[in-house]
């Protein structure tokens, strides 16, 4: 770092390391002094990422935006690519004085290759062939518990939402849509649904409770 450096890149050499920390190890954080001499890295947090140090040179993005001079906007969540090829989720913010003069930028450079792997094989193993939904009451139905996980089962597919994210309203909903179709006519219906929403017996029929006094 320049002992001329100016004051507002100066203070915020504290944020490089600060937000690097917080969004890890994959996450590049880069302040560039800009003027007519200097266009390089005075400060970075893994630079690994893209294999550059204090005093490297600002990748081809920021060079092009700077060529607009003070007029230039900042450049946010979009997508390059480091040297050997990783892919970087990036953002380009410029900082400029107290005259309105563009005198750095602050960059971050996110290497989310590995998450592109990670999605694509999440999309291999929910692809299916078949589309649209097959309805549960298409099975062969072999007992009275068959009719009851097929209406469950059904029941909460069509709501949209995994149990362990639904708030009481919405399971005294659920309960509510089951109660409706007659599940609880069926022996062993409390319990069964008392353990698929994740609550007590005893809660279960506090809803039935909630649900028929208010009609």
Do not use: W
Request: net charge negative; glycine share 8%.
């Amino acid at each position: 770092m320049g002992k001329n450096l100016h004051p507002i890149l100066t203070s915020m050499i504290p944020m490089v390391e600060g937000i690097a920390k917080t969004l890890g190890k994959n996450c590049e954080v880069v302040l560039h002094e800009i003027s007519d001499s200097k266009k390089s890295i005075v400060a970075i947090s893994n630079g690994h990422v893209t294999g550059r140090s204090v005093g490297s040179p600002m990748l081809d993005v920021g060079v092009k935006a700077i060529r607009k001079g003070n007029d230039a906007d900042n450049i946010l969540n979009y997508r390059n690519k480091s040297s050997d090829g990783r892919v970087l989720k990036s953002s380009t913010m410029f900082i400029k004085d107290e005259a309105g003069e563009i005198i750095g930028c602050l960059c971050l450079n996110i290497d989310i290759s590995e998450l592109i792997v990670s999605q694509k094989a999440l999309e291999e193993l929910t692809q299916t062939d078949i589309k649209g939904e097959i309805n549960l009451g298409d099975f062969p139905v072999n007992s009275v518990n068959d009719v009851l996980m097929n209406i469950v089962t059904d029941t909460l597919e069509h709501y949209g939402k995994p149990v362990a994210y639904m708030n009481k309203e919405e399971k005294v909903n659920i309960v509510k849509k089951l109660d409706d179709q007659g599940a609880f006519l069926i022996k062993g219906a409390i319990d069964y649904v008392a353990k698929i929403l994740c609550v007590s017996r005893y809660t279960i029929y506090n809803y039935l409770d909630e649900i028929r006094v208010n009609g």
